[in-house]
């Protein structure tokens, strides 16, 4: 490997070669690709073997994939929830027990090992939807900003970029106080939810500060527009929770005689930063709303299914203008190919006709239009001056061993899973190694502690 290195440790130029790499459109066999100050800095292709120095990755290389929308802590439900029937809202009992139990240390530890669990599905950027802000009751901790905190440090310890989306949620419903498990994600107020998030501190590169309203249901609608200014004067994203369920459209109708969606609008949260989770139950009017304005749709298929939400319109939204990211949101799986392949086959089954999106069109959600929902729009290509964080899958795993190099997306996307990524690279920094996490030595061990600390 090419290597200097700063008094700190930080390599500052390395050269990785990759036998294939996506390049946005084809894949492209033999591509050298020299990093510096955590960017790509250069790019040659025709180089059929590794020079002396440079770091291989086998397989195919793709840009490091983006999870646009994510619950940390909801990877303690994982399998706990698939006991016994339901609904979203008998699910979110059980998460409200869990979310009870955890203090900013166990919620460091659980983040830690869950964005681990993430950097080896081949992930280098997060968008954390947090809203868990305070202790029990309500009180915030002697740093209100603990928890969020915990997130950003778990972050760095795992290796991955966050976007902290810090939320409000001030309301269980509409003209609702908070209940007794929501106390613990109120600020009270829009205004003193900004005055708290104004203290936190991103660096521009690795840790983003945006913002995001839980939901219509949880900020009455007069106080919309303070976050939406919030986000707006420090140009950073902002995301909102949009109509997941039916019963939130019924609620908002009876509310304020609109959609939760034309609500947004009429207060100034639609926009090219903004990005609606879900999007699932929407009018023709709420897709044009949404497309016009170039607000983002975050799909989280995986959720979607799990929860019976139902199959959002994202082949029409695309259509429409919105840009499609794709998230792991409860992490009742994490594996963002599995992702971006349900968000094509749920189409299918809908309308009966295959192939809505191409392999380098899902890749696109997966990657580039993930990072720009996140604040890094020049996030997700292999091209010059672009943030250096690649993902290498394995061309020759029982999964993906058989179509040719040049199949390699399709493969990528409609075969492989989160277990097949060999590689991941975030500012350059080679963070999971032949499918071993570089810093974190047993992930499953440290998940398994992390979740055992809170059934305790
Ligand atoms: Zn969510």
Redesign the pocket.
């Known amino acids: 490997m090419q290597l200097t290195t700063q008094p700190t440790g930080t390599p500052v130029t390395v050269t990785y070669w990759m036998s294939h790499a996506w390049l946005g459109t084809h894949v492209e066999p033999g591509v050298l690709l020299e990093v510096s100050g955590g960017r790509v800095a250069g790019v040659r292709t025709g180089v059929d073997t590794p020079p002396p120095g440079a770091t291989a990755l086998h397989g195919l290389t793709v840009p490091g994939l983006a999870n646009t929308?994510?619950?940390a802590f909801h990877r303690a439900l994982r399998s706990t929830v698939q006991v016994g029937s339901g609904t979203f809202w008998t699910w979110r009992e059980t998460m409200y027990r869990t979310a009870s139990r955890l203090t900013p240390d166990t919620y460091y530890d659980l983040a830690r090992a869950t964005y681990a669990e993430m950097a080896l599905a081949g992930i280098t950027a997060v968008g954390e939807?947090h809203y868990l802000h305070h202790a029990p009751g309500g009180t915030p901790y002697d740093n209100p900003n603990a928890m969020g905190e915990a997130l950003i440090a778990a972050a760095a310890e795992a290796g991955i970029r966050i976007t902290l989306l810090d939320t409000a949620y001030l309301a269980a419903g509409f003209g609702e106080k908070p209940n007794r498990h929501q106390t613990r994600f109120s600020d009270g107020t829009a205004d003193a939810w900004a005055e708290r998030a104004s203290l936190l501190q991103g660096d521009d590169d690795l840790v983003v500060i945006g913002a995001a309203i839980h939901s219509v249901r949880a900020v009455p609608a007069e106080q919309l527009a303070t976050v939406a200014r919030w986000a707006r004067e420090r140009s950073v994203p902002l995301h909102v929770?949009l109509s997941?369920q039916t019963a939130e459209n019924d609620a908002c109708l009876a509310a304020h005689g609109r959609t939760p969606t034309r609500l947004l609008a009429d207060h100034g949260v639609l926009g090219p930063a903004t990005t609606g989770?879900?999007n699932t139950h929407l009018t023709p009017e709420d897709i044009e709303l949404l497309g016009a304005s170039r607000t983002g749709t975050c799909m989280?298929p995986t959720?979607e299914r799990d929860l019976a939400d139902g199959i959002g319109p994202a082949d029409a939204l695309q259509r429409a203008g919105s840009p499609l990211s794709l998230?792991s949101?409860?992490h009742a799986v994490i594996d963002l190919f599995e992702e971006a392949r349900a968000m094509e086959l749920n189409e299918r089954l809908r309308t009966h006709v295959r192939g809505h999106w191409t392999a380098s069109a899902l890749l696109r959600a997966a990657s580039a239009d993930g990072h720009a929902a996140l604040g890094r729009p020049d996030g997700g290509t292999l091209e010059p001056g672009a943030p250096a964080d690649l993902t290498t899958v394995a061309l020759d795993s029982v999964r993906t061993a058989g179509p040719v190099p040049r199949l390699g997306a399709e493969a990528a996307v409609f075969a492989a899973t989160a277990a097949d990524v060999r590689h991941t690279v975030v500012a350059g920094r080679h963070i999971v190694r032949d499918g071993r996490h570089t810093r974190i030595e047993d992930v499953p061990g440290a998940l398994a502690s992390a979740v055992a600390a809170l059934h305790r």
């Open positions: 929308h994510s619950h939807f929770h997941e989770i879900h989280c959720t998230g949101d409860s």
